[in-house]
């Protein structure tokens, strides 16, 4: 079983900044991308930011200079850096991850249960 954990949402207020980790535990043999995703109420859900194995990264127009996606291969973890947050931003925040787990020769895309984060004017 693959499993991911976001966690780091919250309310904030315009301007502030926000950390969200996202680990991905269980039977993994590799984990290629990685990426967070929103989704705002009425709205489809939308890429934020996307890391390669490689840490290529690419953004989401509205979040280029204010957000940052890392990782750290070792602990499995993504991260999302939020700076200068705006009302627009918020959503419930979702994790994913391509990887094969052991015993499969597929990549598959997994999903974390999601985090919310608000932000106030």
């Known amino acids: 079983q693959v499993q991911l954990v976001e966690s780091g949402g919250g309310l904030v207020q315009a301007g502030g900044s926000l950390r969200l980790s996202c680990v991905a535990s269980?039977?993994?043999?590799?984990?290629?991308?990685m990426g967070w995703y929103r989704q705002a109420p009425g709205k489809q859900r939308e890429l934020v930011a996307r890391?390669?194995?490689?840490?290529?990264?690419n953004y989401e127009d509205s979040v280029k200079d204010r957000f940052t996606i890392s990782r750290d291969n070792a602990k499995n973890t993504v991260y999302l850096q939020l700076n200068n947050l705006k009302p627009e931003d918020t959503a419930v925040y979702y994790c994913?991850?391509?990887?094969?787990?052991?015993?499969?020769?597929?990549?598959?895309?997994?999903w974390g249960q999601g985090t919310q984060v608000t932000v106030s004017s």
């Open positions: 269980g039977s993994i043999f590799k984990i290629n991308a």
């Open positions: 890391i390669t194995s490689g840490t290529i990264t």
């Open positions: 994913a991850a391509e990887l094969m787990p052991f015993g499969s020769a597929r990549w598959t895309t997994y």
